[in-house]
């Protein structure tokens, strides 16, 4: 019974358990059901911060409005006088709406205002502060001072002080100082001056100032008086009078670096006495760009009198311009008379320039300097007046090198392994390269200088070069510093050589002796043994032991002592030696002689052999691999006598043309009158012509590779005539692509030719010959016996062929009316020898230019003359368009000049860059440009 009783109250414990975990699962699920969302309503938040309210201040009260916050049911308005919160007072609470007013301010004083927004949740944080300041009701203004009174002719201009508070003025007048009895002149007036008309010069105005606002208007303030005076200066140009202040002239568009034609004005006295003018100047931002043309700027006009000035528009940029002009002078009411003068300067024809690619055939080129690594395997050469080109293959390929620019490159050497690279300038700076020619760097601690040779240390850190007439540098720094190394005199240094540790040093003098150093040009010693002589060039062995000179007018001597004693070596000859080079041992010698071909000897000298390759002409410079067997020269070259690269791999036994090396000689250039059709000639090559005013251009190989040294083009009909000199003229029909050889012509050292505006009536003029003409195209030709047998180098014409000029190479310019039958010297007499002529459409205006000297121009068909600039240079070509009033002239290592006003006044175009400019031609309205260089690849067109 026990053990039934006990079960029965254990699973009644089980049972009651079971009970109320149920019972905690259902209070549980209730207490999740009460928590869901929506379930039950939460109390509102307190508002956000109210923004900062708009305040609209009053006679001492601010009216405060603001944006109604969301939530809010009322708000409180906080005011201070300073930008603190804490310490703010309460001006309104619990205001329902967004506006409050805030009273019992005081006027002039500055006041911040707060707001807190307010709902059954709480109350929020101020907002940010606004500030205002309550005014006082506006007045009527004070009474103005006595204004100031300007007399002038019939009219006093009066200025008076501002006062506070006024919005408008009125001005009074009177005959008496009685301001009852004064008149309003005019309107009101809203500035602080005003300028009272139509009164009687010598009579005494009284003049009172009213100020006004919306109050009110103030009481007259006190008078001020002046009289009308006499003198009175009036400025017109033609029959319009200009006011002062106002513009004078709008000179529209002017070509930059042109003058205008002058504008004339005059300058009137108006009054009753003298107007005495002290002085007429040009002021502005624009000043320089404008010239007056006046005559004394200190003159005295009696009444009714009057004098003239020109203004000329000359503007120096490409922009807006603006100047004014000052005339000050006696008149009471304008002592400072001004006149605006506007312009617009366009940039000229010729101001930019385009380089575009030819590609074709490469012509030689006027080679001044070659150097080779120690293997010959890495080449530098430069040209003259051009660039430098470097080889890495023994000169079977060759790379341009622009960044050094376009120099009269002197000379230069070479490290061992050709890395190091030293190039001078002659009359310039020594630059250097530390990769092979890739980029270059002007040394400028290095002298300006007439450079003569340069030469290297194996490792390209000790250089040393000579100065013809000057002195010896060196450096030891691979050219960025350099030392003098002043001997007792200047003297006519002509070559210099280095062994292969820079230590010993050996140069030559013309027409003196040979001078060596043991201490990389220190000290040096002047080796009398060598003799006098016409010494040219010398060459050193790896050691300095054995040395090599050339003597232009003797032998070539060896040394084996390091130049104490000399020794000629006869069995070379006297031919004339120009330059020695040799193997690092010093018993492989090569060396070039002036017409007579390149030698080479394999015992130091002793015998010689001559190269017979009659390619080998003049050589100016000669290299020497360190083993002697690669040698490489550049021949003379003139622009009659081209020039090349030649290179040997066995001791000069055969040598090879690299005529990859090198730019095209570009001795003429024309253009059509649209300037659409362009052709230029290449000396000793083709003639390439341009349909697309010189963008892309195309190689006429049916023109054959021939020295052709004039071109010359019809207006727009597709006619050309080019002239070969030592040889035929040519023409064509369809703008190049076909060409006749036209043996009428006969073969002749033709120099020049030109063309009518047809291509009818040709003229063309031989050198040391006659002047020959042709009308039907250059099918015949007439030998002009009356133009006489002279040194014909330029000529040009009218576009009908009519009127024709020509000049006398070192003599006289000579002008023909009637298509050359007959020819009239005229009286120019030249300061240099012409090297170009341009004539305008109607032969009227004429431009010629000269070799080193200046541009010269006429108005009258060559009667009289003008030269227009003092600066001399070395001028190829120059042209015109038909009209006359553009010009572009070619100047020979130097820039592209222009004249947009008839050849007045020039400006070299930089832009163009300065290169060996030898020829231009321009379309007839001036606005193309068409441009080449000697000893260049690419042809240059602007814009």
Excluded at 606 to 632: F, H, V
Excluded at 862 to 889: C, E, F, H, V
Aim: net charge negative; with cysteine.
């Amino acid at each position: 019974m026990k053990r039934s009783l006990r079960f029965f109250l254990k699973q009644s414990k089980n049972i009651l358990f079971v009970l109320l975990s149920a019972l905690l699962v259902i209070i549980s699920m209730a207490a999740v059901s009460c928590a869901l969302p929506g379930s039950e309503s939460k109390p509102p938040a307190a508002p956000a911060v109210p923004a900062a309210p708009e305040l609209a201040p009053d006679d001492q009260i601010l009216i405060a409005s603001w944006t109604e916050v969301s939530g809010a049911t009322s708000y409180e308005v906080w005011y201070n006088t300073t930008n603190n919160s804490s310490s703010a007072t309460i001006s309104g609470n619990n205001i329902a709406g967004t506006s409050h007013t805030i009273n019992s301010l005081d006027n002039g004083q500055t006041y911040f205002v707060w707001l807190k927004a307010i709902n059954s949740s709480g109350t929020s944080g101020f907002g940010p502060s606004a500030s205002a300041v309550p005014q006082a009701p506006l007045a009527p203004p004070d009474s103005p001072k006595a204004p100031t009174l300007a007399a002038g002719n019939q009219q006093i201009e009066a200025g008076w002080n501002n006062v506070d508070t006024a919005t408008t003025y009125e001005v009074w007048y009177n005959t008496e100082n009685n301001s009852t009895t004064a008149r309003k002149f005019g309107d009101d007036v809203s500035g602080t001056s005003t300028t009272i008309t139509e009164l009687a010069n010598g009579q005494i105005y009284f003049v009172w100032i009213l100020a006004k606002n919306s109050s009110g208007s103030s009481d007259f303030g006190p008078p001020s008086s002046a009289t009308p005076t006499s003198p009175e200066i009036r400025v017109i140009k033609g029959d319009l009078g200009i006011p002062s202040g106002t513009q004078g002239h709008d000179f529209g568009d002017q070509y930059e670096g042109s003058e205008s034609e002058p504008v004339k004005f005059t300058i009137y006295n108006d009054g009753t006495s003298d107007l005495s003018i002290t002085s007429i100047s040009l002021s502005g931002p624009s000043a320089g760009d404008f010239v007056l043309d006046t005559g004394a700027t200190v003159l005295t006009l009696a009444p009714g009198a009057n004098t003239t000035f020109n203004m000329v528009f000359y503007p120096q940029s490409a922009s807006a311009k603006t100047a004014n002009i000052i005339i000050s002078c006696n008149d009471a009411d304008e002592a400072e008379y001004t006149m605006r003068f506007d312009g617009v300067a366009v940039d000229a024809p010729g101001s930019t320039w385009t380089e575009h690619t030819i590609t074709g055939q490469i012509n030689p080129s006027k080679w001044q300097s070659i150097t080779a690594s120690s293997d010959g395997t890495k080449l530098v050469a430069a040209i003259e007046y051009g660039y430098i080109y470097t080889s890495s293959d023994s000169g079977a390929s060759w790379t341009k090198h622009t960044s050094p620019g376009a120099q009269r490159w002197a000379c230069m050497t070479s490290s061992a392994d050709g890395t190091k690279i030293a190039a001078a300038a002659y009359d310039g700076h020594i630059y250097t390269s530390v990769d092979s020619g890739a980029t270059w760097t002007m040394q400028p601690c290095s002298p300006i200088a007439n450079w003569k040779e340069i030469t290297s240390s194996a490792d390209g850190t000790k250089l040393a070069a000579v100065v013809y007439n000057g002195y010896i540098y060196t450096s030891s720094n691979s050219g960025v510093s350099w030392t003098s190394r002043a001997t007792d005199t200047t003297r006519a240094w002509n070559d210099i050589t280095s062994s292969e540790d820079g230590v010993n040093l050996a140069a030559v003098v013309v027409n003196g002796y040979i001078y060596t150093s043991t201490d990389s040009g220190t000290t040096w010693t002047e080796q009398t043994g060598s003799g006098v002589n016409s010494w040219y060039s010398i060459a050193s062995s790896s050691d300095g032991t054995d040395l090599y000179a050339a003597a232009f007018s003797s032998y070539i001597y060896t040394s084996s002592n390091s130049g104490v004693y000399w020794t000629a070596r006869t069995s070379a000859g006297n031919h004339g030696w120009i330059s020695v080079a040799c193997s690092a041992d010093g018993l492989k010698v090569a060396a070039t002689s002036f017409n007579s071909n390149v030698y080479t000897s394999i015992n130091m000298g002793l015998s010689w052999t001559q190269r017979t390759d009659p390619r080998l002409r003049t050589c100016l410079s000669i290299n020497s691999s360190a083993d002697g067997t690669k040698l490489s020269v550049i021949t003379k070259s003139e622009i009659t006598n081209p020039g090349y690269i030649y290179t040997s791999t066995d001791n000069g036994l055969n040598w090879e043309q690299r005529n990859t090396a090198g730019s095209n000689i570009w001795p003429s250039i024309a253009s059509s009158a649209s300037g659409m059709n362009v052709a230029a000639v290449t000396y000793g090559g083709y003639i390439y012509t341009s349909s697309d005013r010189g963008v892309s251009w195309n190689e006429q190989t049916s023109s054959g590779m021939r020295n052709w040294k004039s071109i010359t083009s019809s207006e727009d009909n597709g006619k050309l005539a080019a002239a070969v000199s030592g040889g035929y003229i040519y023409t064509s029909a369809d703008n190049g692509v076909h060409w006749t050889e036209q043996t009428g012509s006969g073969s002749r050292n033709w120099y020049s030719i030109a063309s009518s505006a047809d291509g009818n009536k040709l003229a063309a003029v031989v050198y040391n010959g006659y002047i020959y003409t042709s009308t039907d195209s250059g099918v015949s030709w007439t030998e002009q016996t009356g133009s006489g047998s002279f040194n014909w180098y330029c000529i040009a014409s009218s576009a009908d062929g009519t009127k024709l000029v020509a000049a006398v190479r070192g003599g006289k310019i000579h002008t023909s009316t009637d298509s050359g039958a007959n020819w009239t010297a005229q009286g120019i007499i030249a300061t240099g020898s012409w090297s170009g002529l341009a004539s305008s459409a109607d032969g009227t205006q004429l431009a010629a230019v000269m070799d080193y000297a200046f541009i010269l121009t006429s108005s009258d068909s060559g009667i009289t003359w003008t030269q227009p600039l003092t600066t001399r240079y070395d001028w190829k070509s120059i042209a015109m368009s038909a009209d006359g009033k553009i010009m572009a002239a070619a100047a020979y290592n130097n820039y592209i000049f222009t004249s947009a006003d008839g050849g007045k006044t020039w400006r070299s175009r930089i832009q163009s860059g300065k290169l060996n400019w030898l020829s231009i031609d321009l379309s007839s309205d001036g606005t193309l440009m068409f441009a080449s260089v000697n000893d260049y690849d690419n042809l240059f067109t602007s814009p």
